[in-house]
Every structure is written in structure tokens, then in C-alpha cells.
């Protein structure tokens, strides 16, 4: 199931960073002064990685460049966050700065509404501690049919 699953995933999004992944390598290739092979030996030599040249090739030095998400893992693995930035910015919508501030606003939002379970316990535990003796107090007739 895994493995469909990823193939799914790939077909999906290979078509929105493409494009994007070749003219991002492009420049990074440039910018270094490589070649596919060049840069291929590099990757070996400074990642765990290994990337066929011709794979680079495909990626960036063709008209229809295609990208998996296993070479993307490659790429971003050797040139860094800028490189995962560039790339995947436009398909997110947001930079990672953004994404963070998003994400720490949710986990804040979250811990508002633990705290206000806690306060309601709480809230619980007094008034059944307000009994003489921290018996439970017993609800009259009238009282349990209102709040059924």
C-alpha cells in the first residue's frame, strides 16, 4: 500500500514542482560552476546519497523535465533549505517563516482549549469538594429532571 500510495503522491505533485526543481538546479549548477556529472560525484561524496547524472540531466537540462520525489529528496539534501525554499514556496503558498507562524498559532489555539478543559475540571472538582466532608452532594427531583 505504501508504495501506490507514493506513486500516487508523486504523480500528483511531479507536475507542480518540475518546472521549478529544473530552473532552481539550473541555477544552483551554474551558480557552482557544474556539470551533471560533476555535481553527481558531489553529491555522492558529500551526502549519503547517490544521483545518476543522467537523473540531474533529466531534471534540469531537458525541454520536459521530470523530478521524483526521491531526486527532489537528493537535491534538497545537498544544496539546503534555499534550495527547499525556492521549490516549494509557489506550491505552498507561504515561506517557511509563514508556514511556522501558522503552525505555532494552531498549537497555541490548542493549548487555549486545554486550559479551558483544565478550568472546567477544576470548576468540577470544587464543587464537588463544597459538600461537608467531600461527600458527593445528592441532586433533589426537581434538579435532575431539568437537566436531563
Not at 26 to 51: D, F, H, N, V, W
Request: glycine content about 6%; proline content about 3%; charged content about 30%.
Amino acid at each position: 500500500m505504501a508504495g501506490a500510495a507514493m506513486h500516487v503522491l508523486e504523480r500528483k505533485f511531479q507536475p507542480l514542482l518540475r518546472y521549478r526543481v529544473a530552473i532552481a538546479l539550473r541555477a544552483a549548477m551554474k551558480t557552482l560552476g557544474l556539470t551533471a556529472k560533476e555535481l553527481s560525484r558531489q553529491i555522492e561524496e558529500r551526502t549519503p546519497y547517490k544521483l545518476d547524472f543522467r537523473t540531474i540531466q533529466n531534471a534540469a537540462l531537458t525541454d520536459q523535465p521530470s523530478c521524483s520525489l526521491d531526486t527532489y529528496e537528493v537535491l534538497v539534501s545537498f544544496f539546503g533549505w534555499d534550495f527547499a525554499d525556492i521549490t516549494i514556496e509557489p506550491v505552498v503558498g507561504a515561506s517557511r517563516l509563514a508556514s511556522l507562524e501558522k503552525e505555532i498559532a494552531h498549537e497555541r489555539a490548542v493549548i487555549r482549549g486545554k486550559e479551558a478543559h483544565l478550568a472546567r475540571l477544576r470548576a468540577a472538582d470544587l464543587a464537588r469538594g463544597s459538600a461537608p466532608g467531600g461527600a458527593l452532594r445528592l441532586v433533589g427531583e426537581e434538579d435532575r429532571l431539568r437537566s436531563a
